[in-house]
C-alpha cells in the first residue's frame, strides 16, 4: 500500500504540470523563433523543451517507482 500511496503523492504530479508548462513554452518559443529565423533564439527553445522532457520523464519514473 505504500508503494500507491507513493504513486498518487501531489508533489509528483505538481513537478509534472510544472514539466509540461515548462516544454509548452519551449514549443511556443521554438515557432515563435521561425518567424524571426534566430539560431541563438532557437536554440534556447530546444533546450528548455529537453529541460521540460526530462523533468517530466523524472517525475514519471518516480512514478512507476
Not at 503523492?9 to 515548462?22: C, F
Amino acid at each position: 500500500m505504500e508503494s500507491m500511496e507513493n504513486a498518487n503523492a501531489e508533489g509528483h504530479y505538481k513537478l509534472l504540470t510544472v514539466a509540461i508548462i515548462i516544454g509548452i513554452v519551449g514549443v511556443y518559443l521554438r515557432f515563435a523563433g521561425d518567424a524571426n529565423s534566430g539560431f541563438m533564439y532557437t536554440s534556447i527553445s530546444n533546450i528548455i523543451l529537453i529541460i521540460g522532457v526530462l523533468i517530466a520523464l523524472k517525475c514519471v519514473f518516480s512514478i512507476m517507482k
